[in-house]
């Protein structure tokens, strides 16, 4: 497979020879997205449903599918099951992922979104997904352990019967064999998985990040300086809080810098975070530093809000607005 990786001019690839390193991401709550529009939402009547589409979903799933879009090889660990299960499967097949799936009992949770043309707004349903028992989630860490990644980004909620130190468990798997692990996740997830050690780089936004911290933050400044005294305590080497259409904070053990976001038109804004998380680690895995990373973050995440429903981002759209990241 042709490799593409990030250059300097502010092009986002071009065929290398490289060995690529080895990203594989982990989704333990994935779901089938389904996604429509209605002329408006009202009780009772059918309403008409139109631009009916379907898309493997869930944080990993996300992030690999846009890492797939600028030209990375990924391996998707996903726990599915019942009759949803294949289903899932199959769809993970048409988007060209490498699927590595663990089996379950329990069926794969559909999410749905619906578009309402009259107003232009957004309602999102997503269940909670399937009860996992202790030989399944086990069974994950089995299937990890043998795995040789570089990358492992973890992206997503526990579902039920999962421990919620589950993150932490897996943090020292990575750190024991040497695999960065990016953590995009939330509550006791998060600060189990941050405090364990061991990963690399953690992604909240700021609801995320202010649960993490106990505290709230008036300006992105507070963020900062916050972020950094996290990266200084856990070991880690960045965190990254992500602000919505304000921006994002980019924290290391010395640094932090604020990176205001472009003023877009928003279409939907399903998976930004997800696609800002690809963005950042296709380019840290083809060896670019961090303030480059974080602009390729920025692009990558705003690109997600310039697409309806849950297309996620489009490589032609991160590679406009990573050349504005980094004029501005
Ligand atoms: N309206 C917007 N305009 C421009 N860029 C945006 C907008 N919303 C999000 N972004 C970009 O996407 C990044 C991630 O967005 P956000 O903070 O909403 O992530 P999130 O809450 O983790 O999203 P998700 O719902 O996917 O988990 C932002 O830091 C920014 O770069
Ligand atoms: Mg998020």
Same mark, same amino acid.
């Given at each position: ?32 997205? +389904? ?9 009772? /009547?059918?309403?008409?449903? /139109? ?11 996300? &992030?690999?599918? =846009? ?6 090889? @990924? ?16 769809? @993970?097949?048409?988007?060209? +992922? ?9 069926? *794969?949770?559909?999410? *749905?979104?619906?578009?309402?043309? $009259? ?12 009860? @996992? ?16 990644? !570089? ?24 750190? $024991?064999?040497?695999?960065?692990? &990016? ?13 364990? #050690? ?13 649960? +993490? *911290?106990?505290? *709230? ?13 996290? =990266? /200084? ?36 804004? &399903?998976?930004? #975070? !997800?696609?800002? @998380? ?5 380019? +840290?895995?083809? #060896?670019? !530093? ?39």
């Amino acid at each position: 497979m042709c490799s593409l990786r990030l250059v300097r001019n502010g092009d986002l690839g071009q065929a290398t020879p490289m060995a690529q390193p080895v990203i594989a991401t982990l989704t333990m709550n994935p779901a089938i997205d +389904l996604s429509y529009e209605v002329d408006a939402i009202e009780p009772t /009547r059918k309403l008409r449903a /139109r631009r009916e589409c379907l898309f493997p979903g869930g944080g990993g799933i996300n &992030v690999a599918r =846009v890492l797939a879009r600028l030209g990375r090889s @990924v391996s998707c660990v996903y726990l599915a099951g019942g009759t949803t299960g294949p289903t899932f499967e199959a769809l @993970v097949a048409e988007h060209g +992922l490498h699927a590595v799936p663990v089996p379950i009992a329990g069926t *794969t949770r559909i999410a *749905t979104t619906v578009h309402e043309a $009259r107003s232009g707004l957004e309602y999102r349903f997503t269940p909670p997904g399937p009860n @996992v028992s202790e030989a399944e989630w086990r069974a994950c860490i089995d299937r990890l352990e043998e795995m040789e990644a !570089d990358w492992l980004i973890a992206s997503g909620s526990l579902p039920e019967g999962v421990p919620t130190d589950f993150y932490a468990h897996l943090a020292a798997q990575a750190a $024991r064999k040497g695999t960065r692990l &990016v953590l995009d996740s939330s509550g006791e997830a998060l600060r189990a998985g941050v405090a364990g #050690g061991g990963v690399y780089m953690a992604k909240p936004n700021q609801d995320e990040f202010e649960k +993490l *911290t106990g505290r *709230t933050f008036a300006t992105p400044q507070a963020i900062g300086e916050a972020a950094r005294e996290v =990266v /200084r305590t856990s070991g880690m080497i960045a965190i990254v809080v992500t602000l919505g259409n304000e921006g994002a904070v980019l924290a290391t053990a010395d640094h932090f810098e604020f990176c205001p976001a472009l003023a877009l038109e928003t279409k939907s804004a &399903v998976g930004a #975070g !997800d696609s800002f @998380v690809a963005g950042m680690v296709h380019a +840290l895995a083809g #060896g670019e !530093d961090m303030a480059d990373a974080f602009r390729l973050g920025m692009a990558s995440g705003s690109a997600a809000i310039l697409t309806a429903g849950t297309s996620l981002a489009l490589r032609e759209d991160i590679e406009r607005l990573y050349a504005e990241y980094r004029k501005a």
